[in-house]
């Protein structure tokens, strides 16, 4: 029987997930795949606290597989794969690229880290003829980068959708669903532990973002590096909005899109309204999605658990054994650089609809100002909507556009005479 030895780096719920999960396989692995997998050393900041969590936890972690040292974990001749659980950007990726160096396959979840350094990783990976998985790093157990990396490899993927942030989705979710602002339900999120203390990362969309330039690098064959992203996250949205969209048909969801036309690519992470019968538009609560099309797999969806400890174990788990099972690591086969892929042109300036919100004065001919904007700029209006608002003797605006230039739009915006009125709200549709 093959006997095989793991290092754990970090063992917090994500590390204590894949060690109860190997717990419960063990069997299963040495009946099925003649393996034995253990555990032989795992990397924590304190040993003492983190006994203790354990015990919390009635995670049964023998307390001489603990250290302080991360080369007890890198170095270690025995062991042959080595988990990252750490998160955050360092030491995690240096740790990693020790481990490799070493000639042992890594295996992280820490989409941060992968996105940060992943040409380095890789090169060593490769120069060590070893492997690096990352399957968890972006939509928990939803099995996507195997779905891009191996099965969708010989397809052209031209563009993505991806409901990734499942803190951005629960949040979004409820103010739709109960008419609640952001800032009460990003309470309420915290306190059920769904949201960090500092939801920066989530609700500004650097996760999204993360995971959203491994994705889009894996699908187009060439590097998108996480700077290539144009983002904007959830903080300025209001219920108001959410509502309105939804009287026009719309479901308001923090998409990561990526599209490839030719050589021209766009990545961006944004709050976009898609229409309310999209798959994706059902997607509620802390689930994640990905809507992939390509010229011959067409339209497909992935959706399931983006986070919590047991659905990432279980995708780790299947990470561990393919890299315990595995002769020959497969690697991406794109030029993964540090740089933007030279093929690529990125832009900013992408077809987009727009719903936008005015607060415009009430009274005869604004209407026609308004239009003679956006005309100005060759921006046609699909639809609008008139809606009584707070402040007296103005009334709130609705505009859906018809596809236009992204910059085209925020150019028609500035020509708007803010004295009758104002600008509330822009928010990007997709019409797919
Ligand atoms: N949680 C999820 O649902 C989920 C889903 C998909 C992917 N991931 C990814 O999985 C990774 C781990 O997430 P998690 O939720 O398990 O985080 P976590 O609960 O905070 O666990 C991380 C653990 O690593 C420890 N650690 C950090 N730096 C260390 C260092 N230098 N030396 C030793 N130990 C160190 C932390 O200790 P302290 O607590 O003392 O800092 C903590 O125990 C992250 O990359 C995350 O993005 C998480």
Redesign the pocket.
Known sequence: MKQVCLGF???????GGVYRLLGEMQETLKERDNISISVKKI????ID??VAINEKKGLCVPRELLTEH?EDVTGDPAISIVCE????EQ??ARFMQEALAHGKHVI??????LALNWDKLQAQAEESHVGLWYE??VG?VIPVIRVLNVNLESDRIDRIYGIINGTTNYILTRMAQEGKDYDEVLQDAQRLGLAEPNPATDVEGMDAAYKLSILASLAFHGRVTYEQIYREGITQVSAQDIAFGREMGYTLKLLGIAKKDGDVVETRVHPTFLPSQHPLARVDGSLNAIFIHGTYCRDMMLQGR????MP?ASAICGDIVEAALTEKPHYPTFRNTAHPDPAFTFTDNWQTCAYIRLSAVDRPGVLARVSECFAKESVSIASMLQKEAADEGRANLIIITHPAPEQSIRRALSLLDESICRLEAMIRVEQE
């Not at 659980?85 to 955050?88: A, N, P, T």
């Not at 983006?306 to 400890?309: K, L, S």
């Open positions: 780096l970090g063992c917090g719920n994500i590390g990397l924590v900041k304190n606290e983190a991360a659980f750490m998160g955050g030491p995690a992280t979840a820490n989409k941060v880290a968890a790093s928990g983006g986070a919590g400890d990432t």
